[in-house]
Each structure stands twice: as structure tokens, then as C-alpha cells.
Nanobody, 123 residues
Framework: QVQLVESGGGLVQPGGSLRLSCAAS????????MGWFRRAPGKQRNLVAT???????KYGDSVKDRFTISRDNAKNTVYLQMNSLKPEDTAVYYC?????????????????WGQGTLVTVSS
């Protein structure tokens, strides 16, 4: 069974920083793209950032120049460094794995989601 587990959420003041981590487990062979999405209260889930296994990044417009995504392929872990946080960044942040091969027998998972971690930006 392939799983994604996020950590690093919490309460931070406006202008502050947080670093989220997401580790994939379950005998992972490969993950094409890892990324982060978020859902603010009362809104739909939106793209934050994604990173392919060969280094191609994509960012949501609202986080460009403030957030940085990175990954450690050897550890099957993706990170999100969030700087200059704003109250509107408050949301549940979800880790996503797209194109995952792992688990018993190297099963193919088109998409895997983590449970989410809450980030609250407030003074």
C-alpha cells in the first residue's frame, strides 16, 4: 500500500515561514511528479506547486516567488518552503503523487493523495 504522509503544518504569523514535508512509503519504485495542492475554507482545491522527477517545476500564480518546491528522489520526499506567508495562504495543504509505482508487485497508482496538513497564517 502506497501512502503519502505530510508534516510541518501549523500556526505562523504573517510574513513568517514554514516548511512542509511529504514522505512516500510502501516500497516505492518511482514517482513521476510530486506536488502540493491546497484547499482554503469554502474554496476548491488549487495547485500550489509540482515537481517532476527530472526537475520541471510548476507554481500557482499566487505563490510564485514566495514558495519553493524541492524533492529528494532517494528518499521519495517532497518539500515546500513557504516564505512571506499571508493570511490568504491559510489552507489545508495536500501532498500529491502522480504516476506512482510501488507497493506489492510494483503496482501502478495514477494518483495518490496525502491526508493533508493545516497551515494557518494569523497574528
Amino acid at each position: 500500500q502506497v501512502q503519502l504522509v505530510e508534516s510541518g503544518g501549523g500556526l505562523v504569523q504573517p510574513g513568517g515561514s514554514l516548511r512542509l514535508s511529504c514522505a512516500a512509503s510502501g516500497s516505492i519504485f518511482s514517482i513521476n511528479t510530486m506536488g502540493w495542492f491546497r484547499r482554503a475554507p469554502g474554496k476548491q482545491r488549487n495547485l500550489v506547486a509540482t515537481l517532476t522527477s527530472d526537475g520541471v517545476t510548476k507554481y500557482g500564480d499566487s505563490v510564485k516567488d514566495r514558495f519553493t518546491i524541492s524533492r529528494d528522489n532517494a528518499k521519495n520526499t517532497v518539500y515546500l518552503q513557504m516564505n512571506s506567508l499571508k493570511p490568504e495562504d491559510t489552507a489545508v495543504y495536500y501532498c500529491n503523487g502522480n504516476g506512482v509505482r510501488g507497493g506489492t508487485g510494483g503496482r501502478w497508482y495514477p494518483e495518490v493523495w496525502g491526508q493533508g496538513t493545516l497551515v494557518t497564517v494569523s497574528s
